[in-house]
Structure formats: C-alpha cells, structure tokens
C-alpha cells in the first residue's frame, strides 16, 4: 500500500500545539555540555550579554562562577536577583529565589546548573521544576546541563563511567528546549583540569578524577554530541511540520512498554524513552493487573517504574485482565500502537515450556499488525535460580504454618484411622484436607501443604511403612497421581480464590464511584456537593479530606496554615498536583489535588493521608477517576448558578416593568385626587361640598398610605430583611387587630367569627401575620360585591394550624388560581385600582413565619384563603 | 376639645420634615398649645433645656442624632413627657424607644384626634399624681385599698398575678405599656421574655372584665409592642 506523503492530523495538531505553547510559555535554552568544565555557564553569560545588548531585560536568578575571574566579569552589568537563605538541619544554603524571580518577571532568566537539587523545604525538589514554573509565567531562560544528567542517559553513563548520578532531569524537560551544545575536546579539558581552571568540590576530589579519564570524556563527549544531533534532526522535522514540508517521514509510530513490578523494568522505561525520542513518537507505558497480589515491595517498585515513565513523558495506561497478553494488547490495539516493547526473559532453553517464556510467544503470535521488541536488560543474564523463591511476604508466615499444622492434625487423625483404613483411603484424606486448605490460603502455603502431605503419606503409609521407598508400582502411580492432583486442585482453587479477591477489589473500587456518582447526582446545593466529596473521599482513601473552592473573585478559599495553604494556591494556580507524596512542596502535610475541566481550575481538594507510603497505583487511578467526576460536578453547579443568576435576571426585569406600570397608575390616580380637591378648597365652596372634597383627599390619602405600605413591604420581601421576630402570638389578638385594621375597608360586609376559646398560642411574628391577615380581609374587601358576608375561623389540627378567610363572593377564576400569590398578578375582571401585590405580600410574610397560605374556590360558592402556620409545644404559664 | 389646664401648654416639635412640623404647629395652635420647633436633634436638646416644654413631639429618624440617643440625653435631666413620631415597619425601634423613657407613640400617618388624645394622656400621666385609691371605667371599678375589682358592681375574683397585672394597666391608662415593661413589673427582672405569660393573662382578664373578650375594648393590643388599657374618656 502506498503510504501518502505528509503530515498525519496528528501529527499537525501536536505541531500547532507546541506552536501555541511557546507563544504563551518563556522558551527554554539549554546550554548542554558533556561534563563540568566547559565552559557552559561562561557561554550561557555571554549569550545573556548579548541578549541584553539586544535590548531584552536580562536578570540572574542563579549563576554559580566558583570565583573564576573570567566568568565573573561576564556577570558585570547583569542584574542579580539576591537568593534565598534556607536553613536546614543548621546549615545555611542558598537557593535561588524563585518567588521573586515570579515577581520580578523579567524577560529572560539565568539558572544555572539545571539538574540542581533544590535544599530540603524548598518549594519543589529540584531545580529544574522552578524553572518549569519560570516559563510557565512567560519567562524565558536560559540553564546548563551536563549529559549524564538526563534521566534517559544517566543508564548509559552509569555503565561507562560507573558513577551513579543521582541527580537528573527528566528529558519531557528538554522537549521543547532550544539546545546549544558547549563542545570542547577532552585533551582541551584535561588541560584546563590540569591547570586547575575546573571548579571541584574538594571532597569529591578522588572521585572526580577517576570520572574525568581520557576514555569516559569521548564517551561522553559522543553523547553530548549525540543528542544535539538528533535534536537537531528533530527540529529539522518540526520546521518541515509546521510549514506542511513533505517529508521522508512514516506517520505516528506510538510505542507500548509493558511495564512489571521486576526490578529490570526501570532500564526499559529508559530504553523506550530513548526509542521514542529516535522516533520522535509517543509512548505509552501500560500495566496489566493480574489476579495475582503484588506484595508491597512489589507495588512500591511498579508505582515507582510508571511514575519514572510518567516523567520521562509517557502516557499512563492500566488495565486488569487475568491474562497479561490479552490486557497489553488490548490496550495497543485501542491507542493505535505501533511497536510494543517487552523484556527478555531470563527463562529461555530448557524452561520455554514455562508461561514466563510462552506469554512471549503469545504476544508475538497474537500481536499480528504490531512489531514487538524484545529488549535485554542489564543484569538480566545473570543466571538465576531453576526455581525462583519469593521469600514469602510478611503476612504469609502464619498461612504456612497453618498449612504444616494442618497436615500434622490430618497425619494425627490417619495415624488414628490406619488400622481401619488402607493406605489408599488415607491419600484421599489428605488430599480433600490440601483441597479444603485452597479455600482459605495462598499458593504457597497450598504448595507447601500439598508436598508436605505426599511425603508424609508416602513415609508414614504407603508400605514398606516408614521408608519413602515405593515397594508396588500401583502405589508409585498412586503417589505420582496423588502429587499431581493435589498441586493442580490446590493451584486452581487458590487461583479461583485470588481471582475472586481481584474482583472483590474491582468491584469496590467500581462501587466506590458509583456511590460518589450517586451522592453527587443527588447533591443540589453547594453544601451536599461538599459532604458527599468528603464522605466518599474518606471512606474510599482512609484520608482526610478537604474541598476549597475560590470565592467570586477566584480567589481560593481556606483556613490553613500559610505553607499548606499556599501549597493549595500553588495548585488551584497551576492545576497540578501539590503537596506531600508529590514534587511540589513534598513537606506540607496533606496533599492538593487540582479539580479541572478543559482549563479551568475550579477548585482544590486537600487530602491528609493516613498511610505514610505513597499512593498506590491503584488509588492514583481511582483517586484520577474521583477528581474528574468532583470536578465535572462543580462545573455543572457553576453553570446552574450562573443559569439561575440568568432566570432571575430576566425575572426581575419583567418585573420591575410591571412595577412600573402598576405602580405609576396607582400613584398618579390619588394624587390627582388630592390635587384636584385641594385647588377646589381654596376656591371657597360651600361647606358640604367642602366635606365631600375633604372626604376625596381623605381616601386618596388613604389609598396612597396602603400601596406606600404594599411597596415597603414587598420590597422587605424581596431583598430578604423580613426577619420574623417569633414570640408568642394569641390567635384571637391577632384576629381581632387585622380586623381593626382593615374595619373601614369591610364595611356592610358582615364578618362572623367562629374560634374556640381555648384556641393555642402560636409561635409567630405578630406584625407580619397582623398584615397577612389585614391584606386577606382587604383582599375580600375588593373582590366582593358589598354585603358579601365574610368568615374567619381556625382548624387545629395535630401539628399546625389553620386560619381561614373564606367569603361568599364570586369565587376565584379557574386561570387565577395558580399565579394568584404571584406579584403584580391581578385576576381578570378585577376592580380597578390595587396593584396585584397583597397576596404577594401575604404569602412573603406567611412564608416568613414558617407557614403557607393557598387559594380554594369554596363548594358552595366564594373564594377561601388558608394560612397554615406549624404549633409548637404549648408553652407553661 | 379644649386644653384641660387654664394656662396653654408649651409643645416641642423635633422633627427634621418643615412640612410635618408646619402641620403639627398648625393643629396643636388650633387645640391650644403653644409651640416651639427645631429642626434636628441638637437644636431639639438645646430649646428642651432652655424653653422647658410641657411636652415633646420626638421624630425617631433624625438627621443628626438617632431618636434614642436623644431620648437617654433627655432623661438625665427632664421628665418632660415624650411622644414619639414613627413609621410603622420600625416596631423595635418603638419598643427601644418605650423601654428608654418615651411615654407613648404614634405612628405615621396619624389622625389628629388621636395624636391630642396621646397628648393628653401624656401630660395627664406627667402630673405628680397623688395616689390614686381607685380606679373607675366603665362597668370597671378597682379599689387598689381593698384589692377590690367589681364589674358592673359584682365582685370579680382574681388571682393575685391577675390583679397586679389589671393593677398595672389601669394605672396606666392610656399609655402604651411594653411586653418588657409589664414582664418586669409584673413578673419580675428574670420574666422578660417570657411573652407567653401576656398573652394567657391577658386572654384570661378579658375573659373575666371584657364583655365581648374576643372584641376587647379596655385590654387592648398594640401589635409587636405591648398593651395599652384604653380608658373611655
């Protein structure tokens, strides 16, 4: 097939990226050198020299010249941020101040010595994740680095020079760093070693030497060299990228690595880096988890292995499956990978029947389209034992000794039987005893039960008795039977058991998000979203947990000491993890975890761990899956709010119009009232027409008084100042008040009142429930016909109780019904004059006190209003 | 209506409303009264001290000084009875008001029958009454000697709490007496809020002197403030 010359989507779009990166983030330059003595920081002066002659703000967040005249006279000119003392376990080091550095945000940077590692209590452990941080904010920098300091090559240099380095960068770092190789040639260094022109700390002085041979130099020397060729060709291929240069390039090659808890994975984690990078592909480093249980050196090695992956700029993936080539190539086949890269085994010739060597044949058989690489690792040859123990972990010995124990009560009880029993019977005692034992233990217990158990059988009853000679051949097949049965059921069943464990697990740990799923879908306000965070976090991790959100002015929320809360700003800043068993300020006490959506950072979740071992694999996965969901959550609550904040918006919009209409009417009616009778005054009429023009203003008056009031208090309502001040209120007061109250309104209506005597005091606001009541008699007032009786009385029922206002009116319309409490809401047909805001009001205040109010049409005609206000216990007098 | 003394009576109005002070000079000019203005709390203390008032019309939202502030200035030195002007959605302030030493309120907008009632019963109250030994309204008649309460001329019986506290209404006739206030008097310092005690006292006293006790017409109801014993006059 004929393979289309060009870039791959793909391919464009991380082109593009990076494009866009750079324009947002500094651009890092890396002064490269293949060991100490150079001249990397002079070269890296001179640059910032010029740069500076270019017009560019120049600063020094950290350069080390060792006192050499020539290096210092380039810092001339050069403004130097002062560093940062940091004291620990009594002795003072300086570090570089990266905070301000942050503050001072010049346009370029000078850190040397990028694979530094940072004093204990600094902000990060190393050197190279401040100044990650550096271009992060836009600035620029400019660092060296010596070769055997990159993490993928730190291996290489291992085996020629046999120093381990200890400190490295990760190569991710180097990514998208403009190199400038510092090249001299190692006869020109030993001279200038020689003449004592190499900075070397004295006490390394012995060790220093036997590094700087002739030999290592070119070695190093070669890969330095190396490096900055392929870098080179890499930017060769991003150039042609980024302008759609057709290449010689195939399209996205992405690589698997298998990686296992075995302690040889590290090297292939370095040595796919490093394929990777030649290929200028992706990576993905994935785990299969089995049934079987890795023991917690085991565990602590595989997170290690994935977390130097994870640096090295691989993709995580895990997955479980109880078969391993089943679980990698699902995963190859589901991220498009191209080549997989496994290990070696060790166990090639004689062993190859065993599954170590025949899962590789699978994996080669199965893996159709994909290549596989093989990679032999270091160390690896050794020759190693024809069975390999595993010394059991901690917790196992009382499972063997339970095993041996059984056995020996098993032996006891045949001892017992054998003058009832052959031999024969015996074996199949022993053999339902491994079986039972399976059920409870591990392998290697069983195992162990399993051997124990034939040889005893063997010695103690198969005859001659007490030798482990086999004097028939029928009991020599009996015995090899036997052994074969019982190493197989025991295998099996234990298997069965370690499966089912497996998914015990799995099933907790599905059960676990599906709990916090659905404590979050039930959650509506702020509050619930909170407590089921913190519930399902602390029951899933046995941690303490925290959630901090940013207030409306994004900034983040909390009550934490100053180093742990700026820990969780650093995090909510930058959405990246922070805090103990991180890179990040690892010395606080709990960690941050970042909540985020397609950037944006939405909030913090602290974590105080209770365990003092990192996270587990299996937790980061889970605890990945927590924070995707919590924050999914939160942004969906923020949309509702800003939603919510929408609707009432354009509410309060409708109804300020409203407002306006009813209100202009209202007043402007009255007042030309007043107007209109006041001039008429002064023109001297006689004295009965003056009564009747003094009666006009008196109600006009009036009238403007109550939509004054109705105002008031609707705005009380609205702005949420109505604090009912609850006292003890004595229904027959209250009754009695609204009714003075509104007595002129209700004239020729006659108003009957049933309530008993012994009628209980309620527990409510008496001004606020007065107006409820004054507003529902006016209400009638206005809706009735003149005459129309109306009715007061109460229902008491268990809890609450009931003050009813029912008239003999016309009743309510059907449509009114349900928008009659809705402000400025007027029925059809209603009398001219009111603005639709009383039972607006009463039910504002009703509502106020604890209480409801409805609306019925009574059976036999007229409209009926209820305010139901809940009963405390009676208080003693 | 006519002032009840040969000589006018001198009213201060504070208030910072010129409309408002304008119509209360012009009504209690018409009633009889004789009267000064000030436009905000400090002139108000000042004519207090210098002009000596029979009585003081006090606006509770003032510009300067809040109404409270110049009511506890006032009642270091002067027992001047005051009324105190308010609207109506400021029940505490009218309680606060009460409990410092004003002797009634009312509320705007008022009606000018009511305001020279309170007026009247204010003054009245003012007087270095003599011990008053028995107390008559309408059917109503108390002998505070005797521990008597007839209505109508039948002996009523009532408990002792009762009686103090138809005691203590009576007394005050006309004035507008605080949940607090008669908790205290009645009940003592430790009662104050215990308002349930009111309202079942009260409910059980117009069962006994009120003709019609769900319609009162002595025991009246001031809403969120107190009580008031209406007198017919």
Same mark, same amino acid.
């Given at each position: ?877 | ?21 304008? $119509?209360?000079?012009?009504?209690? *000019?018409?009633?009889?009264? /004789?009267?000064?203005?000030?436009? =905000? !709390?400090? +002139?108000?203390? &000042? ?35 005051? $009324?105190?002007?308010?609207?109506? *959605?400021?029940?505490?302030? /009218?309680?606060?008001?009460?409990? =410092? !030493?004003? +002797?009634?309120? &009312? ?46 001329? /039948? ?79």
């Amino acid at each position: 097939m004929m393979r289309t010359e060009g870039t791959s989507p793909d391919e464009l779009l991380a082109a593009l990226k990076k494009e866009e990166t750079r324009r947002k983030r500094g651009t890092l330059k890396v002064f490269l050198g293949m060991c100490a003595g150079v001249g990397k920081t002079y070269a890296m002066l001179e640059a910032a020299q010029k740069a500076k002659r270019d017009g560019r703000d120049v600063v020094i967040g950290y350069v080390e010249t060792h006192g050499r005249k020539e290096t210092d006279a380039l810092t001339e000119g050069l403004e130097a941020i002062a560093r940062k003392p940091v004291v620990y376990r009594g002795v003072t080091l300086t570090e570089m101040d990266l905070d301000a550095v942050l503050k001072r945000h010049p346009q370029l940077t000078l850190v040397d010595e990028l694979a530094h590692t940072n004093a204990s209590g600094s902000r990060h452990p190393k050197r190279h994740q401040d100044v990650q941080e550096l271009l992060d904010a836009g600035i620029d920098v400019y660092t060296t680095l010596n070769v055997q300091h990159i993490e993928s090559r730190s291996d290489t240099v291992r085996e020629i020079t046999g120093a381990t380095i200890h400190e490295t960068v990760p190569d991710t770092i180097l990514g998208d760093a403009e190199l400038e190789l510092v090249d001299l040639s190692p006869e020109d260094l030993l001279q200038r070693l020689a003449e004592g022109k190499v900075y070397i700390p004295e006490r390394t002085e012995a060790a220093i030497h036997n590094f700087f041979r002739e030999g290592n130099l070119i070695a190093l020397r070669e890969m330095a060299l190396r490096l900055a060729a392929e870098r080179v060709g890499q930017d060769v291929r991003d150039y042609m990228q980024a302008r759609r240069i057709a290449g010689p390039w195939k399209t996205g090659h992405r690589l698997l690595l298998a990686v296992s808890p075995s302690p040889y994975s590290e090297q292939l984690v370095r040595w796919t880096r490093r394929l990777a990078d030649s290929l200028s592909c992706t990576w993905i480093a994935a785990h299969v988890e089995t049934p079987r249980m890795l023991s917690e050196e085991e565990q602590n090695r595989l997170t290690r292995h994935l977390s130097l992956a994870r640096a090295l700029g691989a993709e995580i993936r895990a997955t479980s499956d109880d078969d391993v080539v089943h679980g990698i190539l699902r995963i190859a086949r589901g991220q498009n990978v191209t080549q997989i890269v496994v290990g070696k085994p060790d166990v090639f010739g004689p062993l190859r029947f065993l599954p170590s060597a025949l899962w590789l044949s699978r994996l080669v058989r199965e893996s159709s389209g994909i290549d596989v690489h093989i990679v032999r690792v270091e160390g690896a040859d050794a020759p190693r034992r024809f069975w390999s123990w595993r010394m059991p972990a901690e917790g196992e010995w009382p499972q063997y000794l339970k095993a041996a124990g059984i056995v020996g009560t098993v032996t006891l009880l045949n001892l017992l039987l054998a003058p009832f029993l052959g031999p024969h019977a015996m074996g199949l005692i022993y053999l339902a005893a491994v079986v039972a034992l399976a059920v409870f233990l591990n392998r290697g217990p069983v195992y162990l039960a399993a051997v124990l158990s034939a040889l005893l059988w063997d010695f103690l009853f198969l005859p001659p008795l007490v030798t482990f000679y086999i004097g028939k051949v029928e009991d020599a097949m009996m015995f090899a039977m036997y052994f074969i049965v019982a190493v197989a059921m025991g295998h099996l069943i234990s298997r069965l058991g370690a499966r089912e464990r497996m998914d015990r697990r799995r099933e907790e740990r599905a059960a676990a998000i599906y709990m916090l799923t659905l404590e979050l879908g039930d959650a509506s306000t702020w509050k619930e979203i909170e407590r089921a965070v913190l519930n399902n976090v602390e029951r899933s991790f046995k941690a303490k947990a925290a959630l901090m959100l940013p207030d409306a002015t994004g900034r983040l929320q909390g009550d934490l000491p100053d180093k742990e809360f700026s820990a969780a700003v650093w995090t909510y800043e930058h959405a990246r993890p922070a805090g103990r068993f991180t890179d990040t300020l690892p010395m606080t006490e709990a960690m941050y975890l970042p909540l985020r959506t397609t950037g944006n950072s939405l909030g913090v979740l602290r974590l105080h761990w209770k365990q003092t071992s990192p996270p587990t694999i299996e937790q980061r996965n889970m605890l990945d899956g927590f924070l995707r969901h919590i924050a999914l959550v939160i942004d969906r609550q923020r949309l509702r709010e800003v939603k919510d904040q929408a609707r009432v918006l354009a509410e309060s919009e409708r109804l300020s119009h409203a407002l306006l209409n009813a209100v202009s009417h209202e007043l402007r009616t009255p007042l030309a009232a007043i107007e209109t009778a006041s001039s008429s005054l002064q023109s001297g009429l006689d004295a009965t027409v003056q009564d009747a023009l003094i009666g006009e203003i008196r109600q006009a008056s009036e009238r403007l008084n109550r939509l004054v009031a109705n105002l008031l208090d609707m705005a009380r309502i609205e702005s949420g100042h109505v604090k009912p001040h609850l006292d003890w209120c004595d229904v027959h007061d209250l009754i009695n008040a609204a009714l003075k109250r509104a007595g002129s309104h209700l004239a020729n209506r006659p108003v009957s009142i049933d309530i008993s005597p012994s009628a209980p005091l309620v527990r409510a606001d008496f001004s606020l429930m007065e107006q409820a009541l004054v507003d529902l008699l006016l209400n009638a007032a206005m809706h009735t016909p003149a005459g129309t009786p109306v009715e007061i009385h109460i229902e008491v029922k268990d809890r609450t109780i009931a003050i009813i206002v029912a008239d003999r009116g016309p009743g309510l319309a059907a449509e009114a019904l349900p928008r009659i409490f809705e402000k400025f809401y007027r029925a059809p047909g209603a009398a001219a004059g009111g603005t639709g805001l009383g039972l607006s009001i009463v039910k504002g205040f009703v509502e106020a006190n604890g209480g409801h109010v409805q609306a019925f049409n009574r059976p036999a005609g007229g409209a009926m209003f209820t305010i139901t206000l809940p009963l405390q216990e009676q208080p003693t007098v | 209506m006519n002032p009840e003394t040969d000589q006018s009576r001198l009213a201060l109005i504070i208030d910072d409303e010129a409309q408002i002070r304008r $119509l209360l000079r012009i009504t209690l *000019e018409a009633n009889g009264y /004789k009267v000064i203005e000030a436009g =905000n !709390g400090q +002139d108000g203390l &000042v004519e207090a001290a210098t002009r000596r008032p029979d009585v003081i019309i006090l606006d509770l939202g003032l510009p300067d000084l809040d109404g409270l502030t110049i009511l506890k200035r006032l009642r270091e030195w002067s027992r001047t009875p005051v $009324l105190v002007l308010s609207v109506r *959605e400021s029940d505490e302030d /009218k309680i606060a008001a009460l409990d =410092n !030493g004003a +002797d009634d309120y &009312v509320t705007k907008p008022f009606s000018t029958p009511e305001l020279l009632a309170r007026l009247r019963v204010a003054l009245r109250h003012a007087q270095p009454a003599e011990e008053q030994t028995a107390f008559r309204n309408g059917g109503l008649e108390i002998d505070f000697a005797g521990r008597l309460v007839t209505l109508k001329g /039948k002996p009523i019986r009532l408990t002792a709490t009762e009686y103090s506290l138809l005691r203590l209404l009576a007394r005050n006739a006309g004035k507008v007496l605080t949940h607090r206030y008669i908790l205290k008097e009645v009940w003592g310092p430790k009662a104050t809020q215990e308002t349930h005690y009111l309202r079942v006292y009260v409910a059980r006293l117009r069962e006994k002197i009120e003709s019609t006790p769900t319609q009162p017409v002595m025991l009246i109801t001031e809403a969120g403030i107190g009580y008031r014993f209406s007198a017919s006059e």
